[in-house]
């Protein structure tokens, strides 16, 4: 059982920057794949960025490419999110999540624990 914990969200202008943490309870994060999706009013839950259980590879949605990293630090059980250069359509409820599944994780029902989200609004 993983249990996930995100911070960081927030209210912020366009063209500012947001780092999310997500810290996930238990002995064995070093071996779950982990996600950040998010969802925002009216829209289905969307995957942001994904990283695999060692770190070594990483995926981006083209929407966010070049604007968003992540990194995880397996020793603190926690995964991060940097956002920079935000917009307004990047408002949204973010989620982290686990896979049990190795590599990069892509499809979202092979998620096998998720956090409760944090909320991060862009204005205009």
């Known amino acids: 059982q993983v249990q996930l914990l995100e911070s960081g969200g927030g209210l912020v202008q366009a063209g500012g920057s947001l780092r999310l943490s997500c810290v996930a309870s238990?002995?064995?994060?070093?071996?779950?794949?982990m996600g950040w999706f998010r969802q925002a009013p009216g829209k289905e839950r969307e995957l942001v960025t994904a990283?695999?259980?060692?770190?070594?590879?990483?995926l981006y949605a083209d929407s966010v490419k070049g604007r968003f990293t992540i990194s995880r630090d397996n020793a603190k059980n926690a995964v991060y999110l940097q956002m920079n250069n935000l917009k307004p359509e990047d408002t949204a409820v973010y989620y982290c999540?686990?896979?049990?599944?190795?590599?990069?994780?892509?499809?979202?029902?092979?998620?096998?624990?998720w956090g409760q989200g944090t909320q991060v609004t862009v204005s205009s």
């Open positions: 238990g002995r064995t994060f070093s071996r779950y794949a």
């Open positions: 990283i695999s259980d060692s770190g070594g590879s990483t």
């Open positions: 999540a686990a896979s049990s599944w190795r590599g990069v994780v892509i499809i979202t029902r092979e998620y096998d624990y």
